[in-house]
């Protein structure tokens, strides 16, 4: 006779972590995830105060949380165990709606602390089974990012999939250039290439396995990034207008801008316009379906590098000028 009863094994919940730079293409690549995979929880980090992004998940029916107002690698971290665990916990009281987890980290966040809770927190690590960090990055990202940023390396680092995005923007010098900076930063990453978010959804969702080695001591604080955010509510305005103030600023702040997006109104159309930017690069805008939800109300976050005093009372006075 058998004395031995075995532990009930606990069925866990695939996640999969998108990281990457500001303006890297990580919302784009989680659209083009979810129209393929739709059954999938999503939690989006974003830095701002103002969360754009779930915006952009129109479509979307599955959880939606978002964690705004600092990134997961310092501010809000804490808030992502109860997160999981409530989402956890409903997946175990019903019908197991969703399949997967998607966790979207801010563009300016270093990954490894999101690693961390899901690999050492005993609960969580129970329930829930790292698939593996997938990071873009854009070919015609700014170089010298990978040399002052540091979470812009972190988030390379610690990819086991890198996806090149905007190579229809770059020049084969620039694909080149920063295809050799990845064989540094990320040698034994998968490396895939995405076309306007084109690409097999299958290759992202199929990891290989891979075994990570924990710390073997407490981490410690991460200091922080250095990076600030406002974010501009703007009642409908001719795109003329909101053209020249957006040029205005990526001008003006070549070095303090990092990052620009938003959806904004204008008189003609009752359907929002998605606005991106990065430093020196204003990208086409495109018109989004309207939703029920939209109260007509634009919203542009602004992230730049350090604080820039005064800046929302000078682009408002440019749109006024």
Request: charged residues 20%.
């Amino acid at each position: 006779m058998n004395h031995y009863t075995s532990a009930k094994v606990i069925e866990r919940i695939p996640v999969f972590i998108i990281s990457g730079f500001l303006g890297s293409g990580k919302t784009t690549l989680l659209n083009r995830l979810l129209s393929h995979a739709p059954k999938s929880a999503v939690i989006i980090n974003e830095f701002g105060t103002t969360p754009i992004d779930q915006q952009l998940l129109r479509e979307h029916q599955m959880p939606l949380s978002t964690l705004v107002g600092g990134c997961l690698c310092c501010q809000v971290i804490g808030s992502l165990t109860p997160l999981l665990k409530n989402l956890r916990m409903a997946w175990d009281s019903g019908d197991k709606p969703f399949e997967r987890v998607i966790i979207e980290t801010s563009g300016v966040a270093n990954p490894e602390p999101v690693l961390d809770i899901l690999l050492r927190e005993r609960w969580l690590a129970r329930r829930y089974s790292l698939q593996g960090v997938i990071t873009t990055v854009s070919a015609v990202m700014d170089e010298d990012h990978f040399d002052c940023i540091p979470e812009a390396q972190a988030a390379c680092a610690w990819a086991d999939t890198i996806v090149m995005t905007q190579t229809d923007l770059a020049t084969v010098q620039q694909i080149e250039r920063i295809s050799a900076r990845l064989d540094q930063l990320a040698p034994a990453a998968t490396r895939l290439t995405a076309v306007q978010g084109a690409l097999d959804p299958d290759a992202l969702l199929n990891f290989p396995k891979k075994f990570r080695r924990l710390r073997d001591t407490e981490k410690p604080d991460l200091p922080g990034h250095g990076f600030s955010s406002i974010t501009l509510q703007l009642e409908p305005l001719p795109w003329e207008r909101l053209q020249k103030m957006l040029e205005y600023l990526i001008a003006h702040y070549p070095k303090q801008l990092v990052r620009l997006k938003g959806m904004v109104y204008t008189p003609e159309q009752n359907q929002p316009l998605l606005v991106q930017g990065t430093a020196g690069r204003l990208y086409p805008t495109t018109r989004l379906p309207v939703r029920t939800s939209d109260d007509g109300i634009g919203r542009l976050v602004i992230v730049t590098l350090g604080e820039v005093k005064g800046l929302a009372e000078e682009l408002m006075a440019q749109l006024r000028s």
